[in-house]
């Protein structure tokens, strides 16, 4: 079998996502965006749990799954059952990345660990995620996005200081891992295919939910072994650069960031308080960010007395750096995203017309692009294990029967 023809910069990839939820499929998400051949498994009687989120259309349909699912062809299979295992190993032959998300031990005891993967495939590039990683004495605990947000710091960094940590409004650590995982993909098959002649072989990329988000704080790990530093709560204010906050206006709320002493001055001119620049509290970035909380009280005071489109156009005439504060409706009207085809719209069997996410990134010359939305459960499984894997109809219909797929 070789990868469908597809658009964009991944278009001859072929991946086997095994992975369910969130982080796994969003990294396949987006190699489908970009091209790749993405087949995607399930269980045959329960599907992804992602098909039940909200929200849902008057028919039942769940939107999240037709964004995370979209670019997938969609199989159903029992991977605990030994017939499962086999028709997961055809898959795998021709597959260059196979992505899994169980807890740690569970491929192996269904006998598709990365032994069993390398012995069919053995350029595979077998990513795993898990919430703690493959080893290490938490391995074996079940994890989800919210613990690591937890355990990476993330939420005792999050939040104003006196209140209590707080956790994002999205599922940011899977997401983050996601991201790493996908980067990994990319360097291990040019490892394989290009890296110094490319060695031809795969290997195994561990991913856990902890350390991708853990990994954003950039000199933390050398503040705390040097100084004993602990990152606090600091709201909506940066703890090494000021001003920057959002400042509430007139008529809702606009963010500004002035991190260099130029922009800094630029602002206390537009403001009409150019004492700021002279006074001591406010001399440089460091003096600044201690003193941030009188520096903001100045700045809002100007900003509460005008609209927000009135306080961005003055603050912009003078090269400032500040922007408004969008929820999705701001977005869908905003020329800056119309005009980057952030948002385009696909016919759907289940839902017809709906808006999505445009691609991001942008690529000059082999741009992906958005086939198909998260399609039914099962619905490739005739083009998958007939079209492609050769099975026969007598072949489907008996597996069919004993629960297999």
């Known amino acids: 079998m070789t990868a469908r023809e597809r658009q964009g910069p991944l278009d001859g990839l072929r ?162 891992a996601a991201q790493f995982a996908l980067q990994a993909t990319l360097m291990a098959i040019f490892e394989r295919d290009l890296g110094r002649g490319g060695s031809g072989e795969g290997q195994v990329i561990d991913v856990s939910l902890t350390e991708p988000l853990w990994r954003i704080f950039f000199g933390e790990v050398e503040a705390y072994d040097r100084m004993g530093h602990v990152r606090e709560r600091t709201g909506n204010q940066h703890p090494n650069t000021a001003p920057r906050n959002i400042y509430e206006t007139a008529d809702g709320y606009l963010t500004m960031s002035a991190s260099n002493q130029k922009i800094f001055e630029r602002v206390a001119e537009t403001i009409d308080k150019e004492w700021l620049i002279d006074d001591e509290r ?21 900003t509460r007395e005008r609209t927000t489109d009135e306080a961005i156009e003055t603050l912009e005439a003078n090269d400032a750096i500040v922007g408004p504060v969008y929820d999705m409706h701001d977005i869908f009207e905003d020329e800056q995203f119309d005009a980057r085809d952030d948002i385009i719209e696909v016919d759907d069997p289940d839902v017809g017309a709906i808006k999505t996410f445009g691609l991001v990134p942008k690529f000059s010359r082999t741009p992906g692009e958005v086939e198909f939305l998260g399609p039914r459960h099962g619905e490739h499984n005739r083009e998958v294990y007939y079209g492609e894997l050769g099975l026969s109809e007598a072949e489907l219909a008996e597996l069919q029967d004993e629960g297999i797929i």
């Not at 999205?170 to 983050?176: E, G, H, K, R, T």
């Not at 406010?282 to 100007?302: G, K, Q, Y």
Request: with cysteine.
């Open 282 to 302: 406010f001399a440089d970035n460091a003096t600044r960010v201690a003193n941030s909380e009188p520096l903001n009280a100045e700045i809002e005071e100007w």
């Open 15 to 176: 991946v086997i996502d095994m992975s369910g939820m969130i982080s796994g499929a969003f990294a396949t998400t987006m190699l489908g965006d970009f091209g790749a051949d993405v087949v995607m498994i399930e269980h045959p009687e329960t599907g992804d749990p992602i098909r039940e989120w909200p929200q849902k259309t008057e028919d039942g349909v769940s939107l999240s799954w037709k964004s995370l699912g979209r670019n997938k062809r969609c199989v159903t299979l029992d991977l605990g059952s030994e017939r499962g295992r086999d028709i997961a190993l055809a898959l795998i032959a021709d597959a260059d990345a196979v992505y899994e998300n169980f807890r740690p031990g569970t491929m192996e005891r269904w006998g598709l660990g990365p032994d069993d993967v390398h012995e069919v495939n053995e350029e595979a590039i077998m990513v795993r995620l898990s919430g703690y990683g493959q080893t290490g004495p938490k391995s074996q605990k079940p994890g989800f996005g919210t613990i690591a947000e937890g355990v990476s710091g993330w939420a005792h960094a999050n939040g104003f200081p006196d209140r209590e940590p707080l956790l994002p409004p999205v599922s940011l650590a899977d997401i983050q």
